[in-house]
Every structure is written in C-alpha cells, then in structure tokens.
C-alpha cells in the first residue's frame, strides 16, 4: 500500500514564476487536501476535495492559487506569480471517508521563492 | 481564540522515560475529533492516534495514548519508554464536524530524546 506522494520534493524558483505542485493520494482515498506551513508553525489548510469536487477553500487561498482534482485521483496546486510569502512546506493529505477520516500525509514540497 | 493549544514549544525526556504532551481545545461542536501527528525532520507528518468526542475510552496505539479529558477540553498525548527515534515535533490537531473536514493544528512541541 503505497502512501501520499508529491512531486517535486524541493522547488526553488524566482519571484513573479508560476510553479505547479502534483500529490498522489492513497488509491482507495476519495478526499484530498492541501495545507501550507511555515517555518516553526502547524499546518493551515488551504483547500479539500471530495472525489473531482472541490467542496472548501480557506481564506488563505488567494486568487493566484489554483487547484484541481480533475478526475478524482491526483491533484495540482498552482501558485502564479509567486512572492516571498509564498515561500513554505506544501503538504498534501488524502483520506477515506469513514468513522475517524483521518488523514495521512505526504512527504510535501518545500518552496523557495527568491 | 486559538481552536488548539500547545504550550510547551520544546522539552526534553531522557530515553527510557515517559512524557506527555499537551493540548487543550476550543469547541462549540458536540461533535468533533482530535488527533496526534508526528513531523521529524525529513517533514512528514505522521499519524499517530485518534480520538473521538463521543469515545468512552481513551486511545491507546503501541506505546502511545491519549489522556481525553473532555470536560477540560484536554487531549493530553503519552508516549511511553520514549527512544531516540522520538525526537520530533508533535502536533495536536482537531476536526470539526460542522466545519467540515479540515484538520486545524495546534503550534507544536518539539520533543528531543536524550540518551
């Protein structure tokens, strides 16, 4: 059973880019989300979908970020024209919609932007 | 107000030990669950253990438990006879049934396993 994966691990990139995040849930999983975290501080959600659906989205998420589910599998984060303060841990989660829906992790891709 | 409080930002335990690590809540929702995670260094969060708000017995996983005390809104994690694999931030974290399906995180202990 493999896990969460994300793709890339490391991004580094130069302020105004657009860069693109993949995650890989669990096969069986039918909810996927994605967080962001900055140094010395806990996850904070950004969005979640449920199947191809995107059902939330945080506040967080301004309208240069994107993200799709486009067939209920994988999922991509876009962040275009990126800043400084976008610099962080993307993590992604995916769980199965049972009792205790917990979520399980993948490695995330830090972002560096210059 | 903060949904999830760690006060501890860092503590050490020597191996062998028992620690525990706290996290006290903030919810309006009767229906809700809490959980553990642990983040070494590499970034993954793992997941630890699972507590519900409607759960009569407190959560136990392998060398971890959980100390619910839901009138006090506290989700206390143990982990006993702690290794060095242990070193670690650990994150409490809370989902909300009527705030849907996100997980909101408390700040984190950063707990480091002397031997």
């Known amino acids: 059973d493999t896990g969460v994966s994300q793709d890339p691990r490391h991004k580094i990139t130069k302020r105004g880019q657009n860069v693109t995040f993949r995650c890989d849930p669990i096969s069986e999983h039918n909810r996927l989300y994605w967080y962001r975290q900055t140094l010395g501080q806990g996850p904070e959600f950004l969005t979640y979908f449920q199947n191809e659906a995107q059902l939330e989205k945080s506040r967080l998420l301004s309208d240069r970020f994107s993200a799709e589910r486009p067939k209920g599998s994988f999922s991509t984060l876009e962040i275009q024209r990126t800043e400084q303060g976008d610099s962080a841990m993307y993590l992604c989660?995916?769980?199965?919609?049972?009792?205790?829906?917990?979520?399980?992790f993948g490695p995330g891709t830090r972002l560096t932007v210059l | 107000a903060q949904k999830i409080t760690q006060t501890q930002p860092g503590m050490f335990v020597q191996e062998k030990e028992a620690v525990t690590l706290d996290c006290t809540y903030d919810?309006?929702?009767?229906?809700?669950?809490l959980f553990w995670y642990k983040q070494p260094s590499s970034g993954e969060m793992i997941f630890l253990i699972y507590q519900g708000s409607y759960d009569q017995q407190n959560a136990t996983e392998g060398r971890y438990s959980l100390n619910f005390q839901k009138a006090r809104k506290s989700a206390n994690l143990v982990i006993s006879a702690s290794q060095l694999g242990d070193s670690a931030m650990y994150f409490c974290?809370?989902?909300?049934?009527?705030?849907?399906?996100?997980?909101?995180f408390g700040g984190g202990t950063r707990v480091l396993v002397k031997p």
């Open positions: 919810t309006s929702d009767p229906s809700y669950g």
């Open positions: 974290a809370m989902r909300e049934v009527a705030a849907g399906n996100k997980l909101t």
């Open positions: 989660a995916s769980s199965f919609m049972d009792f205790t829906d917990t979520q399980y």
